[in-house]
């Protein structure tokens, strides 16, 4: 069996690597995947930590975030539609009319 | 406190009321007086004394079933306690504080009375009729504070009523402080408040004295009521005694007008008569001696004191009583008078002769309150002749040549030179002023007789030379009254406006012939042989009222000098001051006497320049010390040199070496810095604000790092 | 293990009620296409929800396996945040009807994120603070990018999208490893475990992650910097609806969580909650003063009060915690009126295309209009906390709160703030009153009753802040 660390290092991996990935990336797409990431890298450390203590709740969580994660892509591809209907690209950089 | 009950043992309970009549008088006058007739805030007022006098009856009563009299704690209220000081507002009743009510009481009622006359036509000229009110609420309000300084237990209570008393006499002294030209007194209303101030400042100068006597009394005893300070008194240091009854003395020179704190009454004349009868005449003048008496005591303790006030007393006496030989004023002339009479009384309590000096108080206040009311009916008699004559019922050019003027130009109704041969005008007042000055001038049987050779006897026995003092003030008393009787009544009109003079009403006149009856019959409170009063006293005085035997030598040296003097005033102001007055206005004398006197009658004539000299020694120096502290302290040294070398100037190179290098290097530095910082704080905030999602998240991002940081690596 | 029973649901019969109803409006909306009858609707849902919030004023219970408290502190926020979604339907009708986007989509979002707001207050499982806080925000993505066609309003919304799920994703992952630390999620059990956890590290890990994430709910320096963008891109009224309800939903659950849940780690978080309290009321008021858009001056002002409110908060370790609480929710009322107030008068005064929002567009405001500007008047005074206004009160219970606690320089730094704020709710009030201008407002009845209510609050309630601080008091002391 493989020890909780690893899980524990590894769904931090995942998290950082999503951080990253939000920070780097000009996607619009791309940096909601890295989110997804973040949020996955989550659930694996529900999951791990539901093994460790035995028990289905953390399990369950996951579920619940699978969710919010789908709803959350509904509305965030609608809204990168709508941007793209408008200024034709998804670069977030380009979107900074709002400042100051 | 209520009658019956109090009846059942005696009226001492009542004593309270002697202050609340008068009181309930007030408020009744404040409250609706401005509702009531004109008569009725009079009579309110006048009942509301002679409630009080009542009252004083009953005690009187009281006390000669229970001699001793008693201490009424009011509501056992403690007035004061602070420390070691506690001080109950208590009325004592004895035989003293009685007897002073009576006088207080009784003659204040008749002066009251008088008063609804007189005021009405002083309403008259003035079209005003709330004056009427003011005039009685403060009349009223003097009875309220002479009841509370004769009817206090301790010290304390006693200076309340005279600093009231106080209060009250400057109030009604400015009675007519807005009074215009044209009114029936000589002085405008300046003057008035002035004469006012002059009063006040004046006792304030006295009132210091009693105060510091006040304070070591307490210091000494511990106590300011009267049987524990007289108590321990005995066994205090002579010195301090001594000090303890010179400061008094300075607060009794002050409210009586002794030397050198007389200047004061001559001047307080300026309010309307009554005010001058009660006030300055009857009874206020007398507290320095009721409380010499109260405090007798503690005077029988050390001689230098006794000798020092008999001294003052004598010297006033006398001193007062030149001056009025030199007085034109009716009523400067009894003032000075007044003055030299309460040289008497004070020089008698000074000697130790209380019930003398407390005799001829009652006697006095009869027969001077009697001369000066009438003195106001002279008064408004001559005034209403000039209002006549003005008013056209009388074609004549307005004023005669040689009619004495007031400063303002107008005719003096006070002037005696502008009097004469008023007796047939006004047979009533004349009666009664002619018992009034009789009885001042000590002539057999009148009041005054009895009184003062009371003081003359105890004093030729007491203090040999204050006997020679009084005596001679004695022959100057009966001289000058003599003097103003001629003057006022006898030979011719010497105005047009006393050719028309007028008797008064009876409402007025009324008192006039009570007070006349008690000034001639005055003296039988203290007949020798009887001496009711010396008995009746006794029961307060300590060491026992001396009884003197009646000194025949004495009564009979006084008589005939008194006699003498009417004679010479008789002769002066008889056929020869006709006769001057047929001289031409260069060669006529200012006065009959003049001509013997001459430059010693000058001095009469200014008064022995006392104000002047108060006015050279006090006032001037106090100028120059104001001057000097306004111009040389205050401007110069203080504002010039302090405040705008020292203090400004310093102030100016500092704010310059604040500003310059301090505040635009510094703090303009700091301020341009703080608004130059926020500026910049703002705009970088606004740069890193920069539209841009993944420098949001990396602040996010960052934020988080370092709080993570600062946790794990703590 | 039973299941769940009625009753369970009967608890949170407000919140359930408000969820059915929005989805019976999705299908009715979808049927009729009657943005207005759809709005009446939304408020007649929220009217009822608010009926039975106040039927449920007094409950003490826990639903759902103690995931979910009904407490006084609940409703008081409950009531709080429907009266929001109340005047909110009445700041955007008129101006949705104006700018030519009345959809009815709009209000059923709105009720969505209500009930995501009353979750979070009565959410007593870091599961359930997550997923009520996706429900606050989801629907509040969608509504900041509602203007159709509109750049300013879709890059809002996108910004706010990211971000948001940005700090979702670092609630969730805090929740994780909370779990980790302590085998659970309910609040009451996280803190029996919490006392005996092998694992500080992670515990404290966890509870800073979800200070984070409902950090950057509430816009806290420096996770504010979506605030401004965002309020200025959105449409006003739905700026003015998560100013408030989003800080309420936020500041709810924040304290919740941290005071049922986190006491143990309160003496390693308070320098942290203090320096970002500095941090935001700094930031928060030094960029406001350099602001010409009356929406982004707004928006620093709001997140300088975020950044008062989170002064209560230092105190959360301490006994004093429940006067701070008190304090907290009494400020919160007093933002909620008089933000909605002043949001108002600026609705008043936008024309289409974001123009009308410069503090130029206000010059002559006082002569031309002068009751609207004297209600803005009101708004900016309460706002500077300027007696007699609410204010003022929520200032003052604050400011004694957090000097009682012994945080006197707090308190000092509150002050300062507050006076620096007068600054520049003062340049709009000389805008208003002392310079020359011909602003155009056109009246509309809702907006203009929104304001008068909100006017009228404002000063109304501060006489009677003795008895709300005392409600306010009351709802605490369920939270104990």
């Excluded at chain 2, 009784?106 to 009375?113: A, D, F, P, R």
């Excluded at chain 3, 630390?181 to 500080?200: H, I, K, Q």
Aim: contains cysteine.
């Amino acid at each position: 069996m493989v020890a909780i660390e690893y899980y524990v290092i590894l769904s931090a991996i995942l998290f950082t690597l999503g951080i990253v990935g939000v920070l780097i990336r000009r996607n619009a797409i791309v940096i909601f995947m890295s989110i997804e990431l973040m949020l996955n890298s989550a659930n694996l450390a529900f999951i791990a930590f539901a093994r460790q203590y035995n028990e289905l709740n953390g399990q369950v969580f996951v579920f619940f975030v699978m969710t919010v994660a789908a709803a959350e892509v509904a509305v965030g591809l609608a809204l990168m539609v709508t941007i793209f209907r408008t200024k034709h690209s998804i670069d977030v950089d380009q979107l900074s009319s709002l400042k100051g | 406190m209520l009658l019956r009950e109090a009846a059942a043992t005696n009226y001492f309970n009542l004593v309270p009321w002697v202050v609340f009549f008068p009181v309930l008088g007030i408020l009744i006058n404040l409250l609706v007086g401005g509702r009531l007739r004109e008569k009725m805030i009079g009579v309110i007022a006048s009942l509301a004394v002679a409630a009080s006098f009542a009252v004083a009856v009953l005690l009187a009563l009281s006390l000669n079933d229970q001699h001793a009299g008693t201490i009424i704690a009011f509501m056992n209220l403690e007035w004061i306690s602070i420390g070691d000081l506690h001080i109950d507002w208590a009325f004592r009743v004895d035989t003293l504080s009685v007897t002073m009510m009576l006088a207080v009481s009784g003659v204040g009622t008749l002066i009251h009375i008088y008063a609804i006359a007189y005021m009405h036509a002083d309403v008259r000229h003035h079209q005003d009729p709330t004056r009427y009110r003011r005039f009685f609420v403060f009349f009223n309000l003097f009875i309220v504070m002479m009841m509370i300084l004769v009817s206090a237990d301790n010290y304390l209570m006693l200076f309340v009523g005279w600093e009231g008393v106080g209060l009250c006499s400057y109030l009604l002294i400015g009675f007519w402080y807005d009074k215009g030209k044209g009114g029936a007194n000589h002085l405008d209303g300046i003057s008035n408040a002035l004469a006012g101030k002059k009063a006040f400042i004046t006792n304030r100068i006295g009132d210091f004295g009693f105060l510091i006597a006040t304070f070591l009394m307490f210091g000494a005893f511990g106590s300011l009521q009267f049987d524990t300070v007289f108590t321990k008194a005995p066994f205090a240091s002579q010195g301090t005694i001594l000090a303890i009854t010179l400061f008094m003395l300075l607060g009794v020179a002050g409210k009586s007008a002794q030397l050198p704190l007389y200047v004061w009454l001559p001047d307080a004349m300026a309010g309307p008569t009554p005010v001058s009868a009660l006030i300055h005449a009857a009874t206020m003048v007398t507290a320095g001696v009721y409380l010499v008496a109260r405090s007798h005591e503690l005077y029988a303790l050390s001689s230098q004191a006794q000798n020092i006030v008999a001294l003052v007393g004598g010297l006033t006496a006398l001193f007062a009583a030149t001056i009025a030989v030199g007085q034109f004023d009716i009523k400067k002339l009894l003032a000075y008078s007044t003055i030299s009479q309460l040289g008497f009384m004070v020089a008698a309590v000074g000697m130790g002769a209380i019930v003398a000096g407390i005799f001829h108080l009652v006697t006095h206040a009869f027969f001077k309150a009697l001369l000066f009311l009438s003195a106001g009916s002279v008064i408004q008699g001559v005034e209403a002749g000039h209002h006549a004559m003005e008013h056209g019922s009388i074609k004549e050019s307005k004023h005669k040549r040689g009619e004495h003027l007031n400063e303002g130009g107008e005719f003096d109704a006070q002037d005696m030179r502008n009097m004469g041969g008023l007796s047939r005008r006004m047979p009533v007042t004349f009666v009664v002023y002619l018992v009034g000055a009789l009885a001042l001038a000590g002539i057999f049987p009148l009041a005054g007789f009895w009184s003062k050779d009371e003081i003359l006897a105890e004093a030729l026995h007491l203090h040999p030379a204050v006997f020679v003092l009084l005596i001679i003030a004695a022959f100057f008393t009966a001289f000058y009254m003599t003097r103003q009787i001629w003057m006022i009544f006898f030979s011719k009109p010497r105005s047009r406006p006393a050719e028309y003079a007028r008797e008064n009403s009876l409402l007025l006149t009324l008192p006039l012939i009570l007070l006349a009856v008690l000034s001639v019959f005055g003296g039988a409170l203290n007949l020798p042989f009887w001496h009711t009063l010396t008995h009746w006293l006794d029961y307060t005085l300590a060491e026992g009222a001396k009884v003197g035997s009646f000194n025949y030598l004495v009564a009979g040296l006084s008589t005939v000098l008194a006699l003498a003097a009417i004679a010479l005033g008789i002769f002066l102001y008889g056929k020869r001051y006709q006769a001057q007055a047929k001289l031409p206005a260069a060669q006529r004398p200012v006065d009959p006497v003049q001509p013997y006197l001459r430059g010693a009658f000058t001095g009469i004539q200014h008064k022995w320049w006392i104000d002047e000299f108060y006015d050279w020694l006090i006032l001037r120096r106090y100028v120059a010390l104001s001057r000097f502290l306004s111009y040389r302290f205050e401007e110069r040294f203080w504002h010039d040199w302090l405040h705008d070398n020292a203090i400004a100037g310093s102030f100016r190179q500092t704010a310059h070496f604040l500003a310059q290098p301090v505040d635009l290097g510094i703090i303009d530095g700091i301020a341009n810095g703080l608004g130059t910082i926020s500026q910049r704080f703002a705009s970088w905030i606004r740069r890193a604000q920069n539209g841009f999602v993944r420098s949001y998240a990396t602040w996010v991002l960052a934020g988080m790092v370092i709080i993570l940081g600062y946790l794990i690596l703590r | 293990m039973s299941g769940y029973g009625i009753e369970d649901l009967v608890y949170i019969l407000p919140i359930v009620f408000l969820l059915v109803w929005a989805l019976v409006l999705v299908l009715v909306e979808a049927f009729t296409k009657r943005p207005d009858v759809t709005m009446l609707l939304a408020a007649f849902g929220l009217l009822a929800a608010v009926t039975l919030s106040v039927i449920q004023f007094g409950t003490e219970a826990t639903a759902f396996k103690e995931m979910l408290t009904v407490d006084g502190y609940a409703v008081f926020v409950y009531m709080l945040v429907l009266a929001s979604g109340l005047l909110s339907l009445g700041l955007a009708y008129d101006y949705n009807r104006r700018m030519g986007w009345a959809r009815g989509e709009y209000y059923i979002l709105m009720l969505f994120s209500i009930a995501g707001a009353m979750l979070m207050a009565s959410a007593a499982n870091l599961i359930v603070v997550f997923l009520a806080l996706e429900l606050l925000s989801i629907p509040l993505y969608v509504m900041a990018a509602f203007v159709p066609n509109d750049a300013s309003s879709e890059e809002a919304g996108l910004k706010y999208f990211l971000l948001g799920a940005f700090a979702g994703g670092f609630v969730l992952y805090g929740v994780a490893l909370i779990y980790g630390a302590t085998g659970a999620t309910n609040l009451m059990d996280v803190v029996a475990a919490a006392l005996g956890t092998n694992s500080p590290v992670m515990l404290l890990t966890g509870a800073a992650l979800i200070l984070v994430g409902l950090g950057f709910k509430v816009a806290l320096v420096p996770f504010h910097m979506w605030t401004p963008d965002v309020y200025q891109g959105a449409p006003t009224p739905v700026t003015a609806y998560m100013a408030v309800v989003a800080k309420a939903g936020g500041f709810a659950a924040l304290f919740r969580v941290f005071i049922a849940a986190f006491p143990s780690v309160s003496a390693d978080l308070t320098p942290v909650i203090a320096t970002l309290v500095v941090l935001t009321l700094v930031v928060g008021n030094v960029a406001a003063l350099a602001q010409k858009n009356i929406k982004r001056m707004l928006a620093y002002s709001s997140i300088s009060h975020a950044g008062f409110l989170m002064m209560a908060f230092v105190t959360y370790g301490s006994a004093l915690y429940a006067d701070a609480v008190t304090s907290l929710l009494f400020y919160l009322l007093a933002f909620t009126v008089t933000s909605f107030g002043s949001w108002a008068v600026v609705i008043a005064l936008e024309k289409a295309e974001g123009k009308g929002l410069d503090f130029e567009d206000y010059a002559g405001l006082g002569k031309k209009y002068p009751m609207l500007s004297a209600a803005m008047l009101v708004f900016l005074l309460s706002f500077a906390g300027v007696p007699p206004t609410l204010g003022f009160a929520g200032k003052f219970f604050l400011f004694r709160t957090v000097l009682e606690a012994g945080y006197a320089w707090l308190a000092i730094v509150g002050v300062i703030m507050s006076l620096v704020s007068a600054f520049y709710y003062l340049r709009v009030v000389r805008f208003m009153y002392f310079e020359q201008g011909d602003p155009e407002v056109r009246s509309e009845p809702v907006l203009n009753l929104v304001t008068a209510i909100t006017v009228v609050g404002t000063i109304f309630l501060f006489l009677f802040s003795g008895p709300l601080l005392a409600w306010a008091s009351e709802a605490v002391l369920a939270l104990i």
